[in-house]
């Protein structure tokens, strides 16, 4: 079966490459403002779903949490797996199917690392293993793009000049997807890699929750934890309990 494009792409070298600007300063942040509204106890086990190379699962663990990192590129597992001690453990793992069972308190999602998949069913089974992996009073804290935004000031074509490569980026949107392709040249080769991200609304999320047995107790639209407008917002934040809890 042909690779997805998420399973080409993060494990590229070029995916950081071209990414470089995602800085340690701008996740911390984000971080301050969520354990500042959520109040984590200390003894607190954390999920970081689709964690990457780990740069919010490191600097939770620094805050003193048990923190479990898991991401589907090896290879950023690998470069993660540096920062491990007894208290931080990433790894390579598929966030659709289950890790662990009513373990823990606080999961994450979070920086778009959500909407890669074909079918909505896909991402409600996700949900779904998100929704098992917690306990009873757990929660899901899961960040998003605001894609209306995003589809309103759509730059179509940019070249991005990093570490001596031109990347050439177009953005469409085809079939309630953000198609974004990455065409470029190094050392004489050429290479071309995409990612499709699902448009998904306000709207969208509510259902899937539904659906998922998760309910909205908050949403955000910003790092800031700013209340969320669906034309001006830069991002689109839920804070999600079991329904049931």
Known sequence: MPKKWFQNWFNSPYYHILYHQRDDEEAEFFIDNLCTYLKPNLDSRLLDIACGRGRHSVYLNKKGYDVTGIDLSFSSVNYAKQFENEKLHFYVHDMRYLFYINYFDIAFNLFTSFGYFDTEKDHVNSLKTFRKSLKKDGLLVLDYFNSQKIIKNLNQHEVKHVE?????????????????????????????????????????????FANSGFKIVEHFGSHSLEEFDELKSDRLIFICKKADA
């Open 164 to 208: 001596g490569i031109d990347f050439h980026i177009n953005k469409k949107v085809i079939d309630s997807k953000i198609v974004k392709s990455i065409v470029f040249e190094h050392k004489n080769k050429e290479y071309a890699f995409k990612e499709e991200v699902k448009a998904f609304t306000f709207n969208d999320f509510e259902r899937m």
